[in-house]
């Protein structure tokens, strides 16, 4: 298993399998973006110790509370930078408070994917927001292009990371240059058309050379890093009238989705935020697209937890839909997962972990689908064949 998102998903619901009576559970997902260790930590003090001092089960022990929380926040020195939000999950029991982590299992993990913040302990892990995080990646190859250079990132996590610049050779003249340059007293190189016609003709060839080039670069990088899975490019106004061109030169040579737009931007920041909306804005409408394309083609799809689970047992799901918070008891026989009673099989408090993992070990994508989206089933899946 290569996917540490999966084994951290696995080893959660394992964790809450085996407890103890007075065993609590604290899942925390905060949307924390910032690049200070110690703004971090103060941000994740304050959430844990609301919780713990307005949880019932926890209200009587404040005299661990401070500890606890400090003890768990030096596990975290090595966190400088958090893009888009961290999960933290500790299982302790309360009679073991005084001893801190010694006798507590605890984990910290950085999200791919920007969180609903959500704070509460249980009597098992919730790992569904670490299910949304299974499959969600933004790793992009984001390019800015004005006529003076084109500057290449990548983002990875949320984070923009600067990987080179190609300065343009080309030298755009400028209008009076040319007008004194090409005037007709100078008849040996007189261009024929009017001056401005010509000058605009001189840019749109060099800014033709210049994008052609940012291209080749393009495909350079992305046949020497296949982890990239989406393109972005973000161009000035100068470059309005090629964007098509762009895009489909761009897309004649990779197989991983392209987004041109016409922007500029003040800096970094705001470069990583713009990428990030057109990311997700891409991914949305992927969603809505399949999500229709199953609904006129449902001998593809399996739609409701009979259909999927029969699906599941048989390995032929290729993406699994869910919606968010899912939650559905079940069994667990020697075939696979069931939602209904078999003979001899295990009851199971809530499959939807476990079927997440059955379909990401048989190959198979997950993907939550927004609240919002008006869907037949509250769980459906595209099948293989």
Same mark, same amino acid.
């Given at each position: 298993?290569?996917?540490?998102?999966?084994?951290?998903?696995?080893?959660?619901?394992?964790?809450?399998?085996?407890?103890?009576?007075?065993?609590?559970?604290?899942?925390?997902?905060?949307?924390?973006?910032?690049?200070?260790?110690?703004?971090?930590?103060?941000?994740?003090?304050?959430?844990?110790l609301d919780?713990?001092?307005?949880?019932?089960?926890?209200?009587?022990?404040?005299?661990?509370?401070?500890?606890?929380?400090?003890?768990?926040?030096?596990?975290?020195?090595?966190?400088?930078a958090?893009?888009?939000g961290?999960?933290?999950?500790?299982?302790?029991?309360?009679?073991?408070?005084?001893?801190?982590?010694?006798?507590?299992?605890?984990?910290?993990?950085?999200?791919?994917?920007?969180?609903?913040?959500?704070?509460?302990?249980?009597?098992?892990?919730?790992?569904?927001?670490?299910?949304?995080?299974?499959?969600?990646?933004?790793?992009s190859?984001? &390019?800015?292009?004005?006529r003076?250079q084109?500057?290449?990132?990548k983002?990875?996590?949320g984070?923009?990371?600067?990987l080179?610049?190609i300065? #343009?050779?080309? +030298?755009y003249?400028?209008?009076?240059?040319?007008?004194?340059?090409?005037?007709? *007293?100078?008849?040996i190189e007189?261009?024929?058309?009017?001056?401005? +016609?010509n000058?605009e003709?001189?840019?749109?060839?060099? /800014?033709h050379?210049?994008?052609?080039?940012?291209?080749d670069?393009?495909?350079?990088?992305?046949? =020497?890093?296949?982890?990239?899975k989406?393109?972005? &490019?973000f161009?000035?106004? #100068?470059?309005?009238?090629?964007?098509?061109?762009?895009?489909?030169?761009?897309?004649?040579?990779?197989?991983?989705?392209?987004?041109?737009?016409? +922007?500029?931007?003040?800096?970094? /920041?705001?470069? *990583?935020?713009?990428?990030?909306?057109?990311?997700?804005?891409?991914? /949305?409408?992927?969603?809505?697209?399949?999500?229709?394309?199953? #609904?006129?083609?449902?001998?593809?799809?399996?739609?409701?937890?009979e259909?999927?689970?029969?699906?599941? *047992?048989?390995?032929?799901?290729?993406?699994?839909?869910? =919606?968010? *918070?899912?939650n559905?008891?079940?069994?667990?026989?020697?075939?696979?997962?069931?939602?209904?009673?078999?003979e001899?099989?295990?009851? &199971?408090?809530?499959?939807?972990?476990?079927l997440?993992?059955?379909?990401?070990?048989?190959?198979?994508e997950i993907?939550?689908?927004?609240? +919002?989206?008006?869907?037949?089933?509250?769980i459906?899946? =595209?099948?293989?064949?």
């Open positions: 298993m290569t996917n540490p998102t999966l084994e951290l998903v696995l080893e959660l619901i394992q964790r809450s399998k085996n407890k103890k009576k007075d065993t609590c559970f604290l899942t925390a997902y905060l949307p924390i973006s910032s690049y200070n260790n110690k703004d971090i930590k103060t941000q994740i003090k304050s959430k844990l919780e713990f001092r307005s949880h019932k089960e926890f209200a009587n022990y404040s005299e661990h509370h401070n500890s606890l929380v400090k003890e768990f926040l030096d596990q975290m020195e090595d966190i400088q958090i893009n888009n961290i999960a933290l999950f500790l299982k302790i029991r309360r009679s073991d408070l005084k001893y801190g982590l010694k006798k507590a299992y605890w984990k910290a993990y950085l999200l791919e994917k920007k969180p609903k913040e959500e704070v509460n302990i249980l009597d098992g892990f919730d790992v569904d927001q670490l299910i949304a995080d299974l499959n969600y990646s933004m790793n190859l984001v &390019v800015t292009l004005d003076k084109s500057i290449f990132y983002l990875v996590k984070k923009l990371e600067y080179h610049t300065d #343009n050779e080309g +030298k003249v400028r209008g009076a240059e040319y007008t004194q340059k090409y005037a007709p *007293r100078r008849n007189v261009y024929h058309g009017s001056g401005g +016609k000058l003709r001189m840019e749109n060839r060099q /800014d050379h210049f994008w052609g080039n940012m291209v670069e393009i495909i350079s990088y992305i046949n =020497k890093n296949q982890d990239i989406y393109i972005v &490019v161009h000035s106004s #100068n470059f309005s009238k090629f964007q098509d061109e762009i895009e489909n030169e761009v897309r004649k040579h990779v197989e991983q989705q392209v987004i041109v737009e016409a +922007k500029d931007f003040s800096g970094e /920041d705001e470069i *990583r935020d713009e990428s990030i909306s057109a990311l997700n804005s891409l991914v /949305d409408n992927n969603v809505r697209q399949l999500i229709d394309s199953l #609904n006129e083609n449902i001998q593809q799809a399996a739609f409701g937890w259909e999927v689970l029969s699906m599941s *047992r048989q390995k032929r799901i290729e993406v699994l839909f869910l =919606k968010p *918070r899912l559905k008891s079940g069994y667990i026989f020697e075939n696979g997962i069931y939602h209904k009673f078999v001899g099989a295990e009851f &199971v408090e809530n499959i939807v972990p476990l997440v993992v059955d379909v990401i070990e048989a190959g198979g993907i939550i689908v927004d609240e +919002k989206m008006p869907t037949k089933e509250e459906f899946a =595209k099948l293989r064949y």
